[in-house]
């Protein structure tokens, strides 16, 4: 099972190369929810989300004959552009399988770091194995974009800034999907706060995580039909599940119509963008903000990487 | 004229009350522009804009009987905001006397903090006449928006941040309308980097400060026709000018049209809401590039107070 060290290993990594994000407050969104909200601004991350923490430690962590190999990779979005920014800034070749209805802006940043994009139908074709034949042909390393150890702790020093910078925290509520963010995290919070308890949040329509963790198995869903784009995963990954079984105390969902009314709340009280992913913490927090008056909690903006063209026809729909 | 150690004064005024704002940067903005770039976003300071920083200072620097004798203010919106805040955070009565065409966003926020608030015609009232008439009927203490030494402080400690947080700095860009952000950060930084060049931006419709620096007086203007509502003042401010006759090289403009442009590409690649006159250093910095190549140049987001539906339709137009 992943473990702290592995965390703080990978902060040493991205010292100086990620950005330690601001926890942001208002007191407008406070009074709204009945709780005090500290919001972890992952979307001000480089390339736009936290996935950069976990790719650039993956690769980072390979010897100088792997990176010399290249690196091959699948993601519908956010975790591609990890990968090929933190290839280009490691000096190797990265080769990525992108959904060919993922947002434009992210496949178009994915190849602006100089990645070759492979497109595949997520509705028929297996990603994990086109990014595998890839692989077995040309060699180079695969990174996953969750169930893989390096990956989970680059993801979890998000959740280590938020323990060292948030002061005291009730509750943490994280984005998820595949379990990466989720499982990362929790490692670094239960060590440095044990009281504090911790929730996943994931979009109403894609609730296998939800459904995972109360049966006590890994359930595979249907692709979720979902407007958030990076959390249309099927089921959670292995290694990660062991981790949220372990130290998640729930998992919580939002609507597609919540999600919608915390980015709007989010552009006109914070002035920020976060795309339809990272506002998923935010909105399970506002379904269920019953459970968590007067409470200080902490949640992750994932993400801000969405066009303002998409960003409009959501807002206005 | 303003002193550096007024600056001081405020930022321990300021300390732990106003937040300390990020310096952020991006490879793709600095690619795009030839220089590298660092954006002090003072539209994630409270109430959405630097102006938090003066408001406060100004009223945190009054007796507690001038406190319970209650403030007046006139502006077209952010400063409005500052007043009405800090009087809440201070305990202290507000009237603020505001243009009835000022965004409904920024009206209804400074309802929101309590204020009272008073409108009226800026083609055809003078707001500083309202704002006295209702001082001598009512009393208390006016707190005018620029030209006001304790004003200039506080919006001096925004450069006090950047010449401490950012490194080395080669020139520096400031939004400006009445002058008093651009003359505090002048005070600060020529104060603790000397060798940095200042210069302000203005919205090319309304370069009043650009003509009366080359002239050396201070010259009027009729209202600028520009997006920019928060840059529409007719002159600089008598206070302001002598500091920025003496300590800044020169003033930049930029079309409305480079503004929006500088929104949309700091919504998407910064994922963060800039309001257009928020935008005006950044679009200035676009259209002189030529003249900072290579260099290290800090530019103020200077607020974020724009509702979606106006800040969607000038990305539409």
Redesign the interface.
């Known amino acids: 099972m992943l473990t702290f060290s592995e965390i703080t290993a990978a902060a040493e990594r991205l010292r100086g190369v990620a950005h330690r994000t601001?926890i942001?407050t208002s007191r407008?969104v406070n009074a709204m929810f009945g709780c005090e909200v500290l919001m972890k601004a992952e979307?001000?991350q480089r390339m736009?989300a936290f996935k950069f923490r976990g790719g650039y430690n993956a690769i980072a962590a390979l010897s100088a004959a792997q990176r010399a190999a290249g690196v091959v990779a699948f993601s519908s979005g956010n975790h591609a552009q990890a990968v090929a920014l933190s290839a280009q800034l490691l000096g190797c070749k990265a080769v990525i399988v992108m959904p060919q209805d993922a947002p434009k802006?992210k496949i178009d940043a994915t190849k602006?770091y100089g990645a070759e994009v492979v497109l595949y139908d997520r509705y028929t074709q297996d990603r994990a194995a086109i990014a595998q034949q890839i692989q077995t042909e040309r060699g180079g390393t695969l990174i996953p974009p969750y169930d893989y150890l390096p990956v989970m702790a680059g993801q979890g020093t998000c959740g280590l800034e938020i323990a060292l910078d948030a002061g005291r925290v009730d509750s943490v509520i994280i984005c998820t999907s595949g379990g990466g963010l989720l499982s990362g995290c929790a490692i670094a919070i239960k060590q440095l706060l044990p009281q504090c308890e911790i929730f996943g949040a994931e979009p109403e329509a894609g609730n296998d995580m939800q459904q995972s963790l109360r049966i006590g198995e890994i359930q595979t869903i249907a692709v979720p039909d979902t407007i958030c784009d990076g959390l249309q995963t099927q089921a959670v990954g292995f290694e990660p599940f062991k981790v949220i079984k372990q130290h998640v105390k729930d998992i919580l969902t939002a609507k597609d119509e919540t999600v919608i009314a915390m980015m709007?709340l989010v552009?006109?009280r914070?002035?920020?963008?976060?795309e339809p992913s990272g506002a998923a913490a935010l909105a399970a927090l506002y379904e269920n903000r019953e459970r968590f008056q007067g409470q200080r909690v902490a949640i992750t903006f994932s993400g801000?990487n969405i066009?303002?063209a998409r960003?409009?026809k959501l807002?206005?729909s």
């Open positions: 601001p942001l407008a979307n001000l736009g802006l602006g709007r552009f006109e914070m002035k920020m963008v976060v801000g066009d303002f960003f409009a807002l206005n």
